[in-house]
């Protein structure tokens, strides 16, 4: 995938005119290592030969525009009227961003109306848009403590142009956009339509996923919130396994398309002999398939731990692929009773008749509060999209990306998803740490489309 400087470049809504209140503070700032001035950019690649391989002067390399305050900016604060919405499935860290925002745009900025908009995408029809959370410091004070959204949220489209036109009915000068890559995109068609209409409202996008699917930013917020939680769930089904006789350890753990959950909990947990995810397909059968191998280990070991994304073999399914929930994301089969059943069946023919452990926490993931690191991540964000509304960007988002700030184009935000690389350090780790082999079934010719950012 080969990115152009106009690809990373970000949408401006015009002359930023007013002094920032945060002017002040940004007076003696420069580039360090810790913090990237106004103008500066941020690298997309970080090697050496990845660098050298553009042939480019350094300051033609491909790099984002750095977030974070600005000193002269877009809006008038005193004349605008913030919206803030969260769309689809839940993740720790949205309350927080939702405190973050209200928080710098009221303290710092001085902006007194901001409105937030009920059950996601919903709160833009024309029946919803009224139907409003007032959010003030005060009402936001200690949303943080608790997992879910104040908000709301759901599944499901609506008319770019009927959401507009509410955005005009109720004054909304900028509109926060909490979502994962469907709501990337539904900010992405709100933001064109907005410019067709050669309406001045920014539109900037906070990625929130806890499947860590979006592309260009290090990991999503909630992320590191659901992956240690999915931790405790492996701890417990392996105490399960190692106390029972041929005991078999499985846990389903969510991640539609990637398999990063599963990756950094099975990791963190230190006890999955297997970890199966989306992105390397396997088979069950044969010599070199999963049950043969799931066999040899209960011999040596006398158990064996399964880390399994939900994702994950979805081709073994009948009818895999066929069904899909409101917005459009594929419903998917149950994976877990699959490799249950079967290998039940297989070490039972051994003569090893197992004790199964299963566990599915599915929402549990999901449904928490963020821990201390997503807190303070969730913060970070919330300021950085504050920063970029009032200086008047649009159409972006923003993101971690290599340790720092930045602004993301709406478009590269869905232009691919962000999955686990087989050939990356990640996986890597994963097999070092696992024992298993590289693959279950014959070796395959992978694509190598994965390879590449993220
Ligand atoms: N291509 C699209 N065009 C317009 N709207 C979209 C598009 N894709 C998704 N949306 C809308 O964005 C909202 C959120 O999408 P979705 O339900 O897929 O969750 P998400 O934001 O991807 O979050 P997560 O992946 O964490 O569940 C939904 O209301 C959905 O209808
Ligand atoms: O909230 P729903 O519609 O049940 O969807 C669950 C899906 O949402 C996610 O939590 C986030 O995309 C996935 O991991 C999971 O497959
Ligand atoms: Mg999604």
Known sequence: MTLHPEDLRVRQLGERRYDSPLADLLSTKQTSPHYVAEGDRVLLEDTVSMLAGHGLPSDQVPSFEAAGPRRKIYFDPANVTAGVLTCGGLCPGLNNVIRGLVQELAVHYGVKRIVGFRNGLQGLTAQHRDDTVELTPDAVRDIHTAGGTILGSSRGGQDADEMVDSLVARGIDILFVIGGDGGMRAATFLGAAIRRRGLEISVIGVPKTIDNDLPFTDQSFGFQSAFARATDFISAVAVEAAASPNGVGIVKLMGRHSGFIASYAALAANAADIVLIPEIPFVLGGAEGLLAHVERHVRAKGRVVIVLAEGAGQDLLEDHGLATDASGNLKLGNIGELLKDSITAHLTGAGL??????IDPSY??????????????????AHAAVHAAMAGCTEAAVARWRRRFVHVPLSLMTSRR????????????????????????????????????C
């Open 353 to 358: 008749a197992p004790t199964i452990r299963y």
């Open 364 to 381: 549990a993931v999901r449904s928490i509060a963020a821990n201390a690191y997503d807190s303070v991540y969730c913060l970070r964000l």
């Open 418 to 453: 962000n999955q686990v690389d087989p050939d990356g350090d990640l996986w890597l780790s994963v097999l070092e740490t696992t024992c298993q082999p590289a693959e279950f079934g014959p070796a395959r010719q992978r694509e190598r489309v994965r390879a590449g950012f």
